[in-house]
């Protein structure tokens, strides 16, 4: 009898091994992505997370593996430079990203008992450097930056008058950000500035490449309410 249930404790315990990695986001604010895991199911998870806030929250992708606690370590490892703040499983990535690493550990699962850091970056660069070349038009950053502002109207406020060499002099990751009291103007007269509101002017003259840079620093930059 004893060995019997010995042998059940085993089998429990070899359950409680397995459980869900997951991604999920909230409508109320769609910026953040939650990376989590649970050993129970994704419908008593959520049902748990949503007593606390006022819309649900929506799945982004979920995988079912054996080291669950390993593989969200390494997926926060993955998007450490996205994330909010060490304290909280909330990251600024997309869905289309999000959902290229969870496809990979699906397959990485299926042939590997543990699953590595390595092992989740074969064949792809960092999560950081693809990220860098999603596509941001000037348009959209600018339409984010007055919504944001709208929002929060004093975080941008604070930093009239900040250019690249005082931002870099404070955190060299907020070296895109440029906001001026007047319109900036170019050599040829042409304004390289967008007026959020009065004597707010924010610089939007870049590249494409740079376009993308600044609209992640912004994004940073709402999300903390200063700079670090």
Partial sequence: MYGFLNFCRKEEEVVK???????IRNPLFRMYVKIGITSDTMKKRLFSLNTSVPKDF??????????????????????????????????????????EHFSYIRELAGIEENISLTSLKVNSKSVIETDKHEHITRGQLVEFIKEEHDKNPGILRK?????????????????KIKIYPIPKLAGNGRTMTVAIEKDINVYV???????????????????RGELE
């Fill in 58 to 99: 929506e799945i982004i992708d979920t995988v079912r593996v054996k080291n669950y606690k390993t593989v969200e370590k390494l997926l926060h490892t993955l998007f450490k430079e996205y994330r909010y703040t060490e304290s909280r499983d909330f990251f600024i990535v997309s869905d289309d990203k999000i959902k």
């Fill in 205 to 223: 003259n870049y590249s494409s490449f740079d376009i993308s840079q600044a609209y992640r620093q912004y994004q940073l930059l709402f999300l």
């Fill in 159 to 175: 930093y009239i008058g900040l250019n690249s060499s005082k931002v870099s002099a404070r955190n060299k990751n907020f070296g």
């Fill in 17 to 23: 091994e397995e459980g869900t990695v997951y991604a």
